[in-house]
């Protein structure tokens, strides 16, 4: 059974780091196609997807975030990590992570997120 | 970037049926897959590959996709399908992931 917890910091300062760990079970972030995401949801905003890190290290981020996010992965302890700089009042979220699957169906390739965290609250508030 | 737009906000009767529209250029070419969000619970995946259900999830999710539109479709809904619902693809062109703007289910 596949599981993921998010954890960090609850209230943070502006421009600030934030830095949240993501700790997951039931899978191995070593093994070919598979990939874990970051996304978040600010209150009355829709979700936003911001980074997701592959088995063989391949990093990607959201544009829009790009300069000021940083995803790392610790196979040992089957953990990533994102961190996120300089951080805002905006930056006030619910965030989670989510394994990536990767799966082809009718000869084409469809990428989702079937299992989630239960997301963190992070209020950015000085 | 490759934007995804949903309508605001849907409302339907117990028992009758809600429609989800999902609309973005040329989707039909895409893997469309849709989630579903009660306030305080993980995110749950109940549409994956325009149409194919996970696990547990129940026959009344449905979905489709051609052209520039993909479709979630509750038949029978039920007050515990009230949520926020989002549809989601991949832009393969930067391996980027995108997710629509988001639709509130309202069970009058």
């Known amino acids: 059974q596949i599981t993921l917890k998010e954890s960090g910091p609850a209230l943070v300062k502006p421009t600030q780091t934030l830095t949240l760990t993501c700790t997951f079970s039931?899978?191995?972030?070593?093994?070919?196609?598979?990939?874990v995401g970051w996304i978040r949801r600010p209150p009355g905003k829709p979700l936003e997807w911001l980074a997701l890190?592959?088995?063989?290290?391949?990093?990607r981020y959201s544009p829009s975030l790009q300069s000021r996010l940083t995803i790392t992965k610790d196979t040992s302890k089957n953990q990533v990590v994102l961190t996120m700089t300089n951080m805002d009042s905006e930056d006030t979220a619910t965030y989670y992570c989510?394994?990536?699957?990767?799966?082809?169906?009718?000869?084409?390739?469809?990428?989702?997120?079937?299992?989630w965290g239960q997301g963190t609250l992070v209020t950015v508030s000085s | 970037s490759y934007a995804l737009t949903q309508p605001p906000s849907v409302s339907v009767a117990p028992g009758q049926t809600a429609s989800i529209s999902c609309g973005g250029n040329n989707i039909g070419s895409k893997s469309v897959h849709w989630y579903q969000l009660r306030p305080g619970q993980a995110p749950v995946l109940v549409v994956y590959d325009n149409s194919d259900r996970p696990s547990g999830i129940p026959e009344r999710f449905s979905g489709s996709n051609s052209g520039n539109t993909a479709t979630l479709t509750i038949s029978r809904v039920e007050a515990g399908d009230e949520a926020d619902y989002y549809c989601q693809v991949r832009d393969s062109s930067v391996d980027h992931y995108v997710f629509g703007s988001g639709t509130e289910v309202t069970v009058l």
């Open positions: 890190i592959y088995w063989n290290d391949n990093k």
């Open positions: 039931g899978f191995s972030l070593t093994t070919s196609g598979v990939g």
């Open positions: 989510a394994h990536r699957r990767r799966m082809v169906v009718s000869g084409k390739w469809g990428y989702y997120f079937d299992y």
